[in-house]
């Protein structure tokens, strides 16, 4: 117990931000301890909680270490102090019991991949945690997919199953121990273990079930594997046969295959690599990133065809370490979400024996449960910076600090879902949950939102939505019967950029995406906008085209090539004779019939998308006629763009690119002219100008042209802060040479980072809007 002298002070020391589950209390405990402070730091629904006592040098050296050094997952948003009466009754620190008084305001730690610690600890044959594949600690393992409510302790995750044995416990209580009061401790003695099945579910018996799998995998079947935030469908990345094997069954002919490799070392063998990529892979979060594949390696063919990019992760949990690691086993595994095409990944054993029988020859379980479902993140570097596609395990659910914005239930988009609860000026954005339209995925939908409230201890008042009102996630936003806000679609994409960098005032907004509900009777999708917080006014946009058939002409990319040819030249520019052979290979019948549709203005209604621009193109120039998923045309029109750019000429420091924009005005409307496009590409055609230079001319043609109505936007309405948003930004060629081009005009250039460009930001956006004081 201490003495009490003038000097002595006690201090109650409240932190908020990612504290928990992070290892804060012990690194608290040791900072106190070797200060000679005496106290308790303890959880609490609204962070952690200090009460110190010692001399005012060493408290104040105290509250700057905390900030100064705490873990590398710990994020402190809020720090603040309050002199209390003296205390002296405490003989030393400790660590108390955590309280749970008021509603939950502190962040909830997401899913953190295996530290080097506990990857040494199991290919160490004298360590107790030797091959023991849910080895973790305070730096590492499950937080978000096993946490059921806070504040974060044992008994509130699905670890409560699993009653720690001595050992375990000696560590969970020793202040100076690694895994001191970490929450899913475990080992071969006391924790979760696997088990090893057919495909019937018969439970196989094993000595090594690790060495099970890995021989599996090598013999070219499928694996399905419960992991940490639901199942993977795992299979040899080297074995071409293995792949297409996996694509019959998950009836996923062509969509690109991410893969898993052990470590850095084995990801170079494939993909060139940056060091901010590296940096990437290597990271706590462990996302899936795209990355330039070598031109010679031996994956197999068929995991990314007609693209130049695979996406690559590295092992990011003890069973996918171990998994790879062992002999008998493929160096490099495609591991792609364990469902059916559209549905939400599996996470429970007895869901994925009857979902996954026909996909898999063998199951990997294990009996640790998986409360919330969280896909991988994927990320890629492009401008320079690293850009999240995809939100999920490791980021989510990590609030963005958003600036004056009331709390609120943002309910996304239909494709690629995520929702967004605002709370105490924190953005909670979800995990990517997926395609609303099937039903399945939407009660994942409900369920995440009704698990994520009841971690924030949030009911909500108010609502936003899309303004599109057949939307399911509009539909749930009405029946909640609470004040609901509709947002248009592309005003939440600008939304979302600025949500995340903090913009109040009006900005200049480039949305370049598939589609997206407009407000003049027309399919919105390659807009130029000035907006703000409180609304926004469309100053320009990609001239019309008819989309034959509705929501089909993105799947027939043909159709929006027959749609650019007749906006450019009527019925004569669908003459057999006038068609590249390749668009002649379509059915004439089917020809003739779009042909009718566009001539009558039939199921053809008009849209300014970008994505389906990228399509009339795409097929055009003979590059894709059919998708079997969503922007594969977009994605091999930039892949032929790609590997024509080390050829190109450049002029003055700009790329010639023959195609000259050209820009109408209707009212205070600028429009660039897209129909001149078909005749140049068919004359570049009959002049046997590759597909490949085509692709190049088309993007620079788009970038240019988006750069001289940015220009007319900013002359009249002197704003020069822009932002890039919407789906289409996802091409690294075309958002580059947009940034470097803009850059180059001194336009201050916003874009998403943490927050993806694509549907899956528009939640944040719809919270931004609608919130607004």
């Not at 062509?254 to 993909?271: G, H, S, T, W």
Request: hydrophobic content about 35%; proline content about 6%; aromatic content about 6%.
């Amino acid at each position: 117990m201490q003495t009490a002298d003038k000097s002595t002070q006690t201090l109650a020391i409240h932190i908020n931000g990612i504290v928990q589950g992070v290892g804060f209390r012990p690194f608290v405990y040791k900072l106190a301890t070797s200060l000679k402070l005496t106290g308790t730091v303890s959880n609490s629904g609204d962070g952690v909680h200090i009460m110190a006592t010692g001399g005012a040098s060493s408290l104040t050296d105290f509250i700057q270490r905390v900030q100064l050094e705490a873990p590398p997952m710990a994020d402190i948003t809020s720090i603040s102090t309050e002199e209390r009466p003296t205390d002296c009754s405490h003989k030393q620190f400790t660590i108390v019991a955590s309280q749970h008084k008021d509603k939950a305001t502190v962040p909830i730690t997401p899913d953190i991949a295996t530290c080097r610690e506990c990857l040494q600890e199991i290919i160490d044959p004298d360590d107790r945690r030797y091959g023991y594949p849910f080895t973790n600690c305070t730096n590492c393992g499950p937080r978000f997919t096993i946490v059921e409510k806070v504040p974060y302790d044992r008994p509130h995750t699905s670890m409560r199953h699993f009653p720690m044995c001595a050992q375990c416990e000696q560590e969970y209580n020793d202040p100076l121990d690694r895994r001191f009061h970490a929450q899913p401790n475990a080992c071969p003695t006391c924790g979760p273990q696997l088990s090893w099945h057919d495909q019937n579910g018969l439970e196989l018996a094993a000595e090594n079930c690790i060495g099970s799998a890995a021989q599996a995998l090598t013999e070219g079947m499928v694996v399905a594997i419960k992991g940490l935030g639901g199942f993977h469908l795992a299979a040899d990345a080297t074995s071409t046969e293995a792949v297409a094997l996996l694509r019959h069954r998950k009836k996923r002919p062509e969509k690109p295959l991410a893969i898993m490799v052990r470590d850095l070392e084995k990801a170079e063998l494939f993909c060139t690599i940056s060091e901010l990529e590296s940096d990437l892979l290597t990271s706590p979060q462990h996302p899936i990133v795209l990355l330039k594949k070598k031109g010679h390696h031996h994956l197999a063919d068929n995991l990314a065809e007609g693209l130049g990019v695979l996406g690559v992760m590295l092992s990011y949990t003890p069973l996918h370490a171990l998994l790879l690691d062992h002999p008998s086993g493929p160096d490099a595994l495609v591991m792609t979400s364990g469902n059916a095409t559209d549905e939400p990944i599996c996470t429970q054993s007895e869901d994925a024996l009857q979902r996954l029988q026909n996909f898999a020859d063998y199951f990997l379980l294990h009996n640790r449960d998986i409360v919330t479902r969280v896909d991988d993140s994927i990320a890629r570097v492009t401008g320079g910076k690293v850009r999240l596609l995809r939100r999920g395990r490791g980021y989510s659910p990590v609030p963005i600090p958003i600036a004056q914005t009331s709390d609120i239930l943002a309910c996304g988009a239909e494709m690629k879902n995520t929702f967004c609860i605002v709370r105490n000026k924190g953005a909670y954005l979800s995990q990517h949950i997926g395609e609303l339209s099937h039903l399945a995925c939407f009660d994942f939908y409900t369920e995440s939102i009704n698990h994520l409230q009841t971690i924030l201890e949030f009911t909500p008042q108010a609502t936003a939505c899309d303004l599109h009102p057949d939307y399911p996630s509009t539909r749930y936003a009405n029946r909640l019967q609470v004040s609901c806000t509709p947002v248009q679609h592309h005003h939440a994409h600008t939304g979302a950029v600025m949500a995340e960098h903090g913009l109040e005032q009006p900005v200049v907004s480039v949305v370049l995406d598939g589609t997206g509900f407009g407000d003049d009777s027309t399919i919105f999708g390659g807009e130029i906008y000035i907006a703000d917080r409180k609304g926004y006014q469309r100053k320009g946009r990609l001239s019309h085209l008819p989309l034959p058939g509705g929501d089909k002409a993105a799947q027939e990319p043909w159709r929006m090539a027959l749609a650019l040819l007749f906006q450019n030249s009527g019925q004569q520019g669908l003459a057999q004779q006038s068609l590249p052979h390749w668009l002649q290979t379509v059915d004439e019948y089917k020809r003739t019939t779009i042909g009718q549709m566009l001539e009558k203005s039939i199921n053809s209604p008009l849209t300014s998308s970008c994505g389906r621009l990228f399509d009339a193109v795409a097929a055009l120039t003979g590059t894709c006629l059919y998708t079997t998923y969503e922007g594969q045309a977009a994605m091999l029109l930039e892949q032929q763009a790609q590997s024509y750019a080390a050829e190109q000429t450049m002029q003055n420091g700009v790329p010639n690119t023959r195609y000259s924009p050209g820009l109408t005005k209707n009212k205070d409307l600028w429009v660039l002219d897209a129909l001149p496009l078909a005749q140049w590409i068919l004359e570049d055609l009959n002049h046997e100008i590759s597909p490949q230079e085509i692709a190049y001319r088309f993007h620079w043609w788009l970038i240019h042209g988006i750069g001289m109505l940015v220009e007319k936007v900013r002359k009249k309405y002197k704003i020069n802060t822009i932002v890039l948003c919407g789906g289409s930004m996802q091409n690294k060629l075309l958002f580059e040479g947009l940034d470097t081009t803009l850059c180059g005009k001194n336009f201050v250039v916003y874009s998403g980072e943490k927050i993806p460009v694509n549907d899956g930001g528009i939640a944040l956006g719809q919270a931004y809007i609608a919130g607004a004081p």
